[in-house]
């Protein structure tokens, strides 16, 4: 009979032996770290090394987590007193770990000025990000910031009552420097090419758009280590939440469910000290470029193929697509005749094993990540995770037909109608935008056309490429005349 009462500070005595849990006194831990955007991705990866490293003993790097968007993470785990359980799951079963990294919870739009308060705060020495790509108001194809962007130019109008990750991050430097207290670190953790750069110059930017001497201090002062993550988290769903609180014995509402892989590769630069996360497996180097422009075209490249294509095909998971005909090829084609050889050499990586791990991981039947998530944001997704690739193979003039199909899968599934004439939930920043481009359009030379001349995702060069162009225009064709399955089939062959 599982007791009605909810996971918390004063269930932890009681939990099953079998599950682990924290065995520091949370009370004594401080925020050293403020991290927007506390999703499932960062609850299932960086909390969890820096749960390692208080365990360890060292209290200074407590995480303050902040929503920019909604209340649900809060209002969640609040009554939690933080805690949450991770569920790492596999073929072989299942481990549960509850996590107490995580001291406070904020919602920015409720209260910008306690975020930026925490963010100013002598205590805080690394501010980091899971935002999402669309999170930092840049245009992916170029890098740089989105100057006409919605929240850039409220946070440009409104400085003490900031809307996006920069907006905050530059105010809440702002408050430091005027404070006399010295800068954070800027931790980006999410999938952007050359991540830490990309955020350095999206801050210098906006802070010069503020005040030039201002732009000048964030330059030259802040610093933004680039990172590589890796884990696999699908969204969590009221059948975890029902199978781990059976398991648990009391109800967590906010449990996040991955799977045993996890990797995280940080450039070796911090202002204000940091925590030993290598305890815990994560990777310190001076460059970490090598191992982001792997992961960027092996797996999250093949993610997106697969979650398009996969969706398209009718098949709910990842791990359902790669039962499906002709997938494992497909991807496996994909990560080492095209996306491998333009890869420089990376320590310790073998691409043949590396892709090898990959698709073990994509096959992992105990996560149902559904190809619908891993299919959102696509505009901001594709720039990094295949045309990148595309450009390359185009420049020393190899084929390119898989690539062409993950782009063309792109773009069949934001017409917003699937293959049974049934609406598709597109969910992008550009959506309404591509929904226009495309209504009405049938054919694949007039849909490539239309959504070519999209230049956040496209740029200005890849709209000029005839080989490009003919590429995806035949293998969009193949996706609107026998649909995906048959293609995918056909390409793999």
């Known amino acids: 009979m599982i007791d009605p009462s909810r996971l918390g500070a004063d269930a932890l005595a009681h939990l099953p032996t079998g599950v682990a849990r924290p065995t520091y006194d949370r009370t004594s831990v401080e925020s050293g770290i403020v991290h927007l955007g506390i999703g499932a991705f960062h609850r299932a990866h960086q909390a969890i090394y820096t749960d390692a490293v208080l365990a360890a003993g060292d209290r200074r790097w407590g995480i303050l987590g902040a929503s920019l968007r909604s209340p649900e993470t809060r209002d969640a785990l609040t009554p939690q007193d933080g805690l949450y359980t991770m569920a790492v799951r596999d073929a072989a079963g299942e481990s549960l770990q509850v996590v107490g990294s995580i001291t406070r919870l904020l919602v920015a739009p409720e209260d910008p000025a306690a975020l930026l308060a925490a963010m100013a705060a002598p205590a805080t020495r ?83 758009l503020r005040d030039p001497d201002l732009g000048r201090y964030v330059d030259g002062e802040l610093r933004c280590p680039s990172t590589m993550v890796d884990r696999i988290v699908p969204a969590t769903t009221d059948a975890d939440r029902a199978s781990i609180a059976a398991a648990l014995g009391c109800i967590d509402v906010w449990p996040v469910v991955t799977e045993p892989f996890s990797q995280w590769v940080i450039e070796d630069r911090f202002s204000q000290g940091r925590p030993e996360w290598d305890r815990a497996g994560a990777t310190f180097v001076s460059d970490v470029a090598p191992y ?202």
């Open 126 to 208: 690394i501010v980091s990000l899971t935002v999402t790509e669309k999170g930092y108001c840049h245009r992916p194809a170029t890098g740089e910031l989105d100057e006409d962007h919605p929240d850039v130019r409220h946070d440009l109008a409104h400085p003490d009552r900031p809307r996006s990750a920069p907006g905050f991050i530059v105010e809440a430097l702002r408050m430091r420097r005027a404070a006399g207290l010295p800068a954070f670190t800027a931790l980006c953790c999410d999938n952007l090419p050359h991540n830490g750069a990309t955020l350095q110059r999206v801050l210098s930017r906006f802070a010069a």
């Open 292 to 493: 982001e422009l792997a992961k960027l075209r092996l797996l999250n490249g093949s993610h997106s193929t697969l979650a398009y294509l996969g969706y398209l095909a009718g098949h709910e998971t990842v791990a359902d697509t790669m039962a499906a005909p002709g997938f494992a090829a497909l991807v496996r084609g994909l990560m080492l005749r095209e996306a491998a050889p333009t890869l420089p050499a990376v320590p310790g990586l073998d691409p043949e094993s590396y892709a090898a791990s990959l698709i073990e991981r994509f096959r992992n039947p105990a996560l149902r990540h559904r190809t619908w998530q891993i299919a959102m944001d696509g505009s901001q997704k594709l720039p990094q995770r295949l045309l990148g690739t595309v450009r390359d193979r185009l420049a020393a003039g190899q084929p390119i037909a898989r690539l062409a199909l993950g782009v063309a899968g792109w773009m069949r599934y934001v017409t917003g109608i699937d293959e049974q004439q049934r609406p598709i939930d597109v969910r992008d920043p550009l959506a309404d935008d591509l929904r226009r481009r495309t209504a009405g359009l049938t054919s694949a030379e007039a849909l490539v056309a239309a959504l070519l001349a999209v230049e956040p995702v496209f740029g200005p060069d890849l709209p000029q490429s005839l080989l490009f162009r003919s590429a995806v225009e035949a293998a969009l064709s193949s996706l609107l005349h026998h649909g995906a399955a048959a293609t995918v089939a056909q390409t793999s062959a």
